[in-house]
Every structure is written in structure tokens, then in C-alpha cells.
């Protein structure tokens, strides 16, 4: 998993679909943010290739981080009312046979959508 951070120049070029060609890998884009100043975004890149692509992307002027860590969980704010697990597409999070939200950091895909529905602000993208 790739973040991607583009600048104003960056985000006026084609620079995944340059990156798809040159390197002959698939881009799974999983979050988006673009706006004509800057833009974000998270890429899952098939397994052993995401160097290659990362190198091609900073050749680009595009900012590269790879993201090893998945969502975050504040076990104080957490109140475990199970919205997250019901809106996570990937199924990466369940709950303990203690009725207590467990995330699977392996499965994590870092979409974001248990971030956005979280009441308590409990959960976070590092």
C-alpha cells in the first residue's frame, strides 16, 4: 500500500496511468482526494512491485510513502458499538469473543470508512 501526495504540477499529469504503463502493474486506487492545487491518494500495488512503482512515482515529483501500519485505535475513546465493523468492505474488523472491536491489521486497506463513521473519533488513518 502506497500513499501518494501530489503537488500543483504533479496533479495536472496522468501520473498513475504513466506509472501503470511503464511499470506493466495494476494500481488499486483505495482512497482519493484530488483537488487543481494538491492531491492524496492510496494505491494497493501488486505484491513485490511496489518499489518500482514507488521510484517511478517520485520521478514524477510525487511524494511517496509506503503505509505498513493500518487503521489506528484509541482504546479510551472506543465505546466498541460495532459501526465500524459494519462498514468495513474488506471485513478487517470484528469483534473479541469479549464483545470489544478487534482490528486485522493484515486485511486493513486503509479506505477509511470506519473513520468517517465512527461516533466517538475513536479510529484513525496513520
Do not use: W
Request: hydrophobic share 40%; with cysteine.
Amino acid at each position: 500500500m502506497l500513499q501518494l501526495k501530489f503537488d500543483p504540477k504533479a496533479v495536472k499529469k496522468p501520473i498513475i496511468s504513466l506509472a501503470t504503463i511503464e511499470t506493466s502493474t495494476l494500481l488499486n486506487i483505495i482512497r482519493a482526494s484530488v483537488g487543481p492545487r494538491e492531491g492524496e491518494l492510496v494505491v494497493e500495488v501488486e505484491d513485490g512491485k511496489a518499489e518500482r512503482v514507488a521510484d517511478i512515482l517520485r520521478s514524477y515529483g510525487v511524494d511517496v510513502h509506503s503505509m505498513e501500519e493500518a487503521v489506528e485505535k484509541d482504546e479510551e475513546r472506543c465505546v466498541h458499538c460495532g459501526l465500524c465493523i459494519s462498514i468495513c468492505p474488506v471485513e478487517a474488523i470484528g469483534f473479541s469473543k469479549e464483545r470489544k472491536v478487534v482490528i486485522d491489521t493484515s486485511r486493513c486497506i486503509h479506505c477509511g470508512s470506519c473513520v468517517t463513521v465512527c461516533p466517538t473519533k475513536a479510529l484513525k488513518l496513520p
